[in-house]
């Protein structure tokens, strides 16, 4: 049962411009977002979090907002840069339990 | 190093064999996890320790898996009977209490 959804399987964008990548949850227990993001042959590497008392986040040219009542997030990358070319997981968490349920992943390719 | 570190980074072997996957945390992190990513999908909680006992072990698939972590840092993953189905890539993530997690590059395990 996957509860955590990114239904997006890719996202190309021009250099410059803003990539928008959306996830949605089913557990309302969920508490903690993050996203992580991963280059080939290398482990996911933490990007940025939020947690449920907050809607939105927001680190550098990284910004994500939650809305609870839709069960939904989203990143926000901008603007983006050829180095952003990775996939991106979309992760969360129940409280007092903190192993993270994972999305499937969204592959964002940023054109020069 | 100052990241998790995971050894073999690729093993190959065949249908029926034993094998061991190695993780070392981050020096000082009590909470250790095993997840294994397939193709196309997220990573997949397998097992949660926290010190030397596991905590959650509710994403083991069956009895062939099996991990341990007797001193409180490095952890084995143990996989008896090795099946084509545990073709993944096996990734372990440490962390000092917090809800991130720090992952390792992953040990990508082909069974043939």
């Known amino acids: 049962d996957q509860q955590v959804k990114q239904n997006s399987p890719s996202l190309s964008v021009q250099e410059g411009r803003i990539s928008i990548l959306n996830c949605d949850y089913t557990?309302?227990?969920?508490?903690?977002f993050l996203w992580y993001k991963k280059y080939p042959a290398e482990g996911p590497t933490f990007l940025i979090s939020i947690s449920s008392i907050k809607d939105k986040n927001e680190d550098g040219r990284f910004t994500v907002f939650l809305n609870k009542s839709a069960k939904h997030l989203s990143l926000h990358i901008v603007p983006s840069q050829p180095g952003d070319s990775a996939v991106y997981f979309c992760?969360?968490?129940?409280?007092?339990?903190?192993?993270?349920?994972f999305g499937a992943g969204t592959t964002v390719t940023v054109r020069a | 190093g100052a990241g998790v570190s995971q050894t073999p980074s690729n093993k190959v072997t065949e249908k029926g064999k034993y094998v061991e996957l190695r993780c070392d945390p981050i020096s000082g992190h009590t909470a250790l996890y095993w997840y294994r990513q397939s193709l196309g999908q997220g990573p997949e909680f397998l097992i949660y320790f926290q010190g030397t006992g596991a905590a959650d072990d509710s994403g083991l698939p069956n009895d062939r898996f099996f991990a341990v972590r007797p001193e409180g840092s490095v952890s084995t993953l143990k996989i008896q009977r090795t099946e084509r189905g545990d073709s993944a890539v096996y990734l372990c993530?440490?962390?000092?209490?917090?809800?991130?997690?720090?992952f390792g590059e992953g040990s990508r395990l082909t069974v043939l």
């Open positions: 993530a440490s962390s000092p209490g917090s809800r991130e997690l720090f």
């Open positions: 992760a969360a968490s129940a409280r007092g339990d903190y192993k993270l349920s």
């Open positions: 557990n309302s227990m969920f508490d903690y």
